[in-house]
């Protein structure tokens, strides 16, 4: 079945830094990609995503490409801010499966 | 155009008791989709519905949940005779046809006490 795997959290940094939040996938076909980004006592929003090879989804600073040939969808930011701690879960949807599955999240911590 | 709607956003219930929660899904989605969160762990699919029909309930326990999406009014997610480890954040997802992403609801967080 389809599965992703994201890098363990926390993730701490100091603001201005430079973000990645890795994230690997296996699937059948050609899913599609989404980053979501959770805040405290909030459901999911959708921040960012990709339907295919190569395309780059980008929203509010943050960037991530669909890269078949590794079979991963890596979440960067140039400079992070306090605002953006939250926790980001990774996720695809088709490649065999109508099930969309999501990663188990990474939770990011920034510091002024 | 309000977004996908949970209520009741936090839920108490003792052990034994019934807790049914309900998800409003955006207008013009057709596709609900609910999920668990339990602390320190990510979403759980649970089940995935259409109007009127379960399509795929391969994540949901067998025994004391059910869940529904009538013609008219919310999808209902039921879970009969809680016990504790039923705690967790209960979310809520609808789309169109999923590739164009999913709207989540604030979930409904419930305690079993």
């Known amino acids: 079945g389809n599965s992703v795997t994201q890098m363990e959290g926390p993730v701490t940094l100091s603001e201005e830094a430079f973000l990645t939040i890795n994230c690997t996938y296996t699937?059948?076909?050609?899913?599609?990609l989404f980053w979501y980004v959770q805040y405290p006592g909030e459901g999911l929003q959708l921040l960012l995503k990709?339907?295919?090879?190569?395309d780059k989804g980008s929203n509010k600073g943050f960037e991530a490409t669909y890269r078949k040939e590794t079979t991963s969808f890596h979440l960067e930011k140039g400079s992070v801010q306090v605002s953006d701690s939250a926790v980001y879960f990774c996720?695809?949807?088709?490649?065999?499966?109508?099930?969309?599955?999501f990663g188990r999240g990474t939770s990011l911590i920034v510091h002024p | 155009n309000a977004g996908v709607m949970q209520n009741p956003r936090h839920l108490v219930r003792r052990r034994g008791q019934e807790a049914r929660l309900r998800c409003s899904p955006m207008k013009g989605h057709s596709h609900v989709y609910w999920y668990r969160q339990l602390p320190e762990e990510g979403l759980k699919f649970m089940v995935y519905?259409?109007?009127?029909?379960?399509?795929?309930e391969s994540g949901m326990p067998k025994e004391r949940f059910s869940a529904e999406f009538p013609k008219e009014g919310p999808s209902i997610l039921r879970i009969q005779q809680v016990v504790r480890g039923d705690s967790a954040a209960y979310f809520c997802?609808?789309?169109?046809?999923?590739?164009?992403?999913?709207?989540f609801g604030s979930g409904t967080r419930l305690t079993v006490v």
């Open positions: 996720a695809l949807e088709g490649g065999g499966s109508y099930i969309p599955t």
């Open positions: 519905l259409q109007k009127e029909n379960i399509i795929d």
């Open positions: 699937a059948t076909g050609y899913p599609s």
């Open positions: 990709a339907t295919k090879a190569d």
């Open positions: 997802a609808s789309s169109t046809t999923g590739t164009e992403g999913y709207t």
